[in-house]
């Protein structure tokens, strides 16, 4: 199985600094089709998650553009520029490549 | 709108069995890659299951042989058939649209305890 390694697990941070996490994986993502298919989820307090990012550095529909994804091979990035009350979560990433698709244990992302 | 809608969680003893329903609206589930993800109490996302557009399947292993995810085009609807259900199947179970799972719904709670 493809294991996915987020860094750090908690991520305390200023209102309105940047934040940036870490997501690896155990082997390459490239799809058959040419595509890498890494996802980033954000999970509020008692919310269903959402998908942020998709194919490494799409965001999704809605999303603020102060989130940014990046990263290839097995070293990929989730970047918030500067962050809000309402980013407060845990953030996780996942890959759709190979089955058994897989997520990270998840980043907290806390007020400091 | 894009909408998923899971219903059937409860309380089950161990060993017991409980289905799970994904309704679907604003899009036609056999066009597209279903999948159910859960998570524990106070842990992170597992996958569970998927169905691909072909009707083919995949499970995790945790739950290969117990678990059977099926869909019904009729009624747009999905359906989890969770059988000998164990104390670690407790979780909230998610349906979610495609491999990268762009839409989700609520959950539904699933606690098996005696």
């Known amino acids: 199985d493809v294991v996915m390694t987020q860094s750090p697990l908690s991520l305390p941070v200023i209102l309105g600094q940047p934040a940036s996490m870490s997501c690896r994986s155990s082997?390459?993502?490239?799809?058959?089709?040419?595509?890498?298919?890494l996802n980033w989820f954000q999970q509020r307090p008692g919310q269903s998650p959402r998908r942020l990012i998709y194919?490494?550095?799409n965001r999704d529909s809605g999303v603020p553009d102060r989130f940014s994804g990046s990263g290839s091979g097995t070293d990929f990035t989730l970047k918030i520029s500067r962050v809000e009350a309402e980013d407060v979560g845990v953030y996780y990433c996942?890959?759709?490549?190979?089955?058994?698709?897989?997520f990270g244990q998840g980043t907290k992302l806390e007020i400091k | 709108e894009v909408q998923l809608v899971e219903s059937g969680g409860g309380l089950i003893q161990p060993g017991g069995s409980l289905r799970l329903s994904c309704a679907a609206s604003?899009?036609?589930?056999?066009?597209?890659?279903m999948a159910w993800v859960r998570q524990a109490p106070g842990k992170g996302l597992e996958w569970v299951s998927i169905?691909?557009?072909?009707?083919?399947?995949n499970y995790a292993d945790s739950v290969k042989g117990r678990f059977t995810f099926s869909r019904d085009n009729s009624k747009n609807t999905l359906y989890l058939q969770m059988n000998s259900l164990r104390a670690e199947d407790t979780a909230i179970y998610y349906c979610?649209?495609?491999?990268?799972?762009?839409?989700w719904g609520q959950g539904t709670t699933v606690t098996v305890s005696s």
């Open positions: 996942m890959q759709g490549t190979l089955w058994p698709y897989t």
């Open positions: 169905i691909y557009i072909s009707g083919g399947t």
């Open positions: 979610a649209r495609d491999v990268n799972l762009g839409v």
């Open positions: 194919k490494v550095s």
């Open positions: 604003g899009f036609t589930v056999s066009n597209k890659n």
């Open positions: 082997q390459g993502l490239v799809y058959s089709d040419g595509n890498t298919y």
